[in-house]
């Protein structure tokens, strides 16, 4: 059985940082791409960043030159550092890694102030 389980989202201000982490555990053999959605209230989720397995990367035109995705495969883990937060990046964050079939973290809150 594989789990996701991210840390790292709260409050912050405009303007502000935050760093989301997500660490798979559980039998994993190959993990291929790895990546960050968000879904904010009345909205469909959408994709944030994902980084492949040879560590290419794909970013929203909502949050490139702002967030930046990486990987250790070591690890088994993906983090999103979050810069230049604004009000519209509120939503729940959440983890996804492709294992086979996609597995899902539960979310974390991501909370912008202006």
């Known amino acids: 059985q594989v789990q996701l389980v991210e840390s790292g989202g709260g409050l912050v201000q405009a303007g502000g940082s935050l760093r989301l982490s997500c660490a798979a555990s559980g039998t994993i053999f190959s993990m291929n791409s790895m990546g960050w959605f968000r879904q904010a209230p009345g909205n469909q989720r959408e994709l944030v960043a994902i980084?492949?397995?040879?560590?290419?990367?794909n970013y929203a035109d909502s949050v490139k030159g702002r967030f930046t995705i990486s990987r250790d495969n070591a690890k088994k883990t993906v983090n999103l550092q979050m810069n230049s937060l604004k009000p519209e990046d509120t939503a729940v964050y959440y983890c996804?890694?492709?294992?086979?079939?996609?597995?899902w973290g539960q979310g974390t809150q991501v909370t912008v102030s202006s």
């Open positions: 996804k890694a492709a294992i086979g079939v996609d597995y």
């Open positions: 980084v492949t397995r040879d560590g290419t990367t």
